[in-house]
């Protein structure tokens, strides 16, 4: 049975489940703020329930490959609608600030620092 790990929580679930339904069946959300109303109720086109996931899931749907693909979401930083995803294993997910979940923590680079004489 996979566990879904949610803001410090381990939410056990049925493989196969879908990501939105496990999360409000334990009390939790995956919206922020007015968006617990003011949503799509699972359909995958407002895309308020935006969460990052590491683990194994179900590839994109069409509807959410639309949606993510258009501000203020960029389908290239790798978020899910949870609404449209299946787990299929265990998951870490996280819900980012802002009304569709959008304000990502800035990606540290990798590469050498420079001074600002550019030496």
């Not at 049975?1 to 056990?12: A, C, D, L, N, S």
């Not at 490959?65 to 299946?86: A, E, I, M």
């Amino acid at each position: 049975m996979p566990t879904v790990h949610f803001r410090g929580r381990e939410i056990e679930c049925n493989r196969g489940a879908v990501l939105r339904d496990v999360l409000r069946e334990a009390g939790e959300s995956p919206y922020n703020g007015s968006a617990s109303w003011a949503n799509c109720r699972g359909v995958g086109c407002c895309g308020t329930c935006a969460v990052s996931v590491e683990g194994p899931v179900t590839h994109r749907t069409k509807m959410e490959g639309w949606r993510l693909n258009f501000p203020p979401h960029d389908g290239k930083l790798g978020v899910r609608l949870s609404c449209q995803t299946l787990v299929l294993g265990d998951l870490w997910v996280e819900k980012y600030p802002g009304f569709w979940g959008q304000e990502m923590p800035e990606v540290e680079c990798d590469g050498p620092d420079e001074t600002e004489d550019g030496e």
